[in-house]
């Protein structure tokens, strides 16, 4: 997969546009169980977080990274959805202080809209994320 430029926009108003494609696990038709990587992501990634949860977008080899930040029973995930229409979650169920990551494939150039959420609380703090070929 060739590297591709991510341009960012953290705009609470763009991201409330395209984040409710993506806002319910029941809309998820792609979920995923991270691995464990014993390294931090990559650079460069675009980030949000919320309390318990930093989820991390990388936009060369589509990787969704995955940290719980909290020693609860919770656990990290990062809800996605693209503008071609495809949704999922990429769940962290390795514990607190871990990293996990997801490895994805989208078209070149979709936009995708993903917000860092925890077990059962899905909540609109996200980043959006254009990815050019």
């Known amino acids: 997969m060739k590297l591709r430029s991510v341009f ?27 691995v464990l990587s014993k390294v931090d992501p990559s650079r460069p990634v675009v980030c949000a977080t919320t309390t318990g949860a930093k989820v991390c977008f990388q936009a060369y080899e589509d990787y969704w990274w995955g940290r719980d930040t909290v020693a609860d029973n919770s656990f990290a995930s990062v809800i996605w959805g693209t503008r071609s229409m495809r949704s999922g979650e990429c769940q962290n169920r390795l ?25 059962g609380e899905h909540n609109n703090e996200g980043a959006t994320v254009l990815t050019n070929a």
């Open 8 to 34: 960012c926009a953290v705009a609470v108003g763009v991201a409330g546009v395209l984040l409710p494609v993506a806002a319910a696990p029941a809309q998820a038709n792609e979920i995923d169980v991270g």
């Open 95 to 119: 514990g607190y202080g871990t990293w996990a990551v997801c490895n994805k494939n989208y078209a070149e150039g979709d936009v995708i809209a993903f917000s860092a959420n925890r077990t």
